[in-house]
């Protein structure tokens, strides 16, 4: 997804959009020249010269969802808690806490495979 710069507020804003969010200005115009740009781009200018700066750079963002960062961290934190459960188990000869323990880390690692495998298909 390419990023614009808005021509009122000079912010950065997506290629997605059709009004800069900060500011409100019309950015359509500066999406159809840097998406022009982007497919001239690729070609060298007629002087040979590769280091033109009038080119358009084209900057992609990340596209994994906050949601599925959110589950890879609440995995992560069931599975941390449930090895200190087991540490407390051991601790304390308790084989309700060690069974509480492996149960909870069974779950945490089928969450923590569940939200990886989510971001792999998310990104195809």
């Known amino acids: 997804m390419a990023l614009v710069n808005c021509p009122e507020c000079h912010c950065r804003v997506s290629a997605t959009k059709l009004t800069c969010p900060f500011c409100g200005t019309d950015i359509r115009e500066q999406v159809r020249e840097t998406l022009r740009g982007a497919h001239t781009g690729s070609e060298a200018p007629e002087g040979g010269d590769d280091g033109d700066k ?14 599925i960062k959110a589950q890879q961290v609440w995995a992560g934190t069931v599975v941390v808690a449930s090895l200190a459960l087991i540490g407390l188990s051991i601790a304390a000869w308790s084989s309700t806490l060690a069974l509480l323990g492996c149960v909870t880390l069974a779950v945490g690692g089928a969450w923590s495979f569940l939200a990886m495998t989510l971001k792999w298909w998310h990104h195809g």
């Open 54 to 67: 009038s080119r358009v750079e084209i900057q992609t963002i990340q596209r994994t969802s906050k949601e």
